[in-house]
Nanobody
Framework: QVQLVESGGGLVQAGGSLRLSCAAS????????MGWYRQAPGKQRELVAD???????TYADSVKGRFTISRDIAKNTVSLQMHSLKPEDTGLYSC???????????WGQGTQVTVAS
């Protein structure tokens, strides 16, 4: 059984930086994608960024140029470096693993990011 454990997050002033990390345990083989989604109060969950095993990254338009996603495939970890944070970046950030061409999708518990203005 795959489990995702996130770390990082917290409270930061606008313009500040945070780093989120996620570690996956269990057997993970083949093509897959790991990434981050976020959900703000009263809004739907949205993709922030993800990165495939063949190194293709996708970013939400709102974070391009400010956030950088990276992976250590051997260690099954993914990180999200966030700079120039804005109040609208506030939300619950959840780690995601997309496996077996979507047949298996796993989520972490989520970590709160709050950006104060």
């Amino acid at each position: 059984q795959v489990q995702l454990v996130e770390s990082g997050g917290g409270l930061v002033q606008a313009g500040g930086s945070l780093r989120l990390s996620c570690a996956a345990s269990g057997t993970i083989t083949g093509f897959n994608s790991m990434g981050w989604y976020r959900q703000a109060p009263g809004k739907q969950r949205e993709l922030v960024a993800d990165l495939t095993t063949n190194d293709v990254a996708t970013y939400a338009d709102s974070v391009k140029g400010r956030f950088t996603i990276s992976r250590d495939i051997a260690k099954n970890t993914v990180s999200l470096q966030m700079h120039s944070l804005k109040p609208e970046d506030t939300g619950l950030y959840s780690c995601n693993l997309w496996l077996n061409w979507g047949k298996n999708i796993y989520w972490g518990q989520g970590t709160q990011v709050t950006v104060a203005s």
